[in-house]
């Protein structure tokens, strides 16, 4: 069964989000996704905007979380969680937050992105050029890297596709390179 199905099947065809039914379509939950059902969700335009800009974010909007968050599906509770954590200055989403239960492994997840940090306390990683770098994006590769622990050289204008970062430090991002999952510098890369 392919993604689309999947997910008008497990959300009945509504946007997971807002339970909206017009104009939905297939997003990503960054910083892990593999593009499978379980790491996607099926959301509408508006929801889907709002997530995307938060410049576009309509707080009265997002009062539809009081019953999404509920919600069994992981991929979904990251997205409630993201998203209350954004809005969380308003009062209301605080409450709901209080009450949002995550497992340890999906509030990491939802975590992963960086969402709720102080500005001043997050790690921002740049590429060569002092591009900021986000999980999901696809950077190439500036220069030959030889790979610690294995005679693998990653060569110099290699995309590597979907990166996730390291939020410890940084300096680093991971990514695949000929199907090899490797740590790779930030200043060896380039944002495409």
């Not at 509030?107 to 740049?126: F, M, N, P």
Request: proline share 2%.
């Amino acid at each position: 069964m392919n993604v689309i199905k999947e997910l008008q099947e497990r959300s009945g065809s509504k946007c997971e989000l807002c339970n909206a039914t017009e104009n939905l379509g297939v997003f990503e939950v960054p910083s892990t996704s593999d593009g499978s059902a379980e790491q996607c969700i099926f959301v509408c335009n508006t929801c889907l905007e709002q997530v995307e800009d938060a410049d576009k974010v309509d707080v009265n909007h997002w009062r539809c979380l009081n019953d999404t968050m509920w919600s069994q599906v992981p991929a979904v509770q990251v997205m409630v969680w993201r998203m209350l954590t954004r809005l969380r200055a308003e009062g209301w989403p605080q409450n709901l937050l209080d009450m949002l239960y995550l497992d340890d492994e999906t509030l990491a997840w939802a975590k992963a992105t960086g969402e709720g940090k102080d500005k001043e306390d997050a790690i921002v990683h740049r590429d060569v050029n002092g591009v900021i770098l986000q999980a999901g994006d696809n950077v190439v590769l500036i220069k030959d890297l030889k790979v610690k622990g294995s005679s693998m050289v990653a060569k110099q204008g290699t995309a590597v596709r979907r990166i996730s970062l390291d939020h410890e430090n940084a300096e680093y991002i991971e990514g695949k390179v000929d199907g090899q999952q490797i740590v790779i510098i930030t200043k060896y890369v380039k944002k495409i």
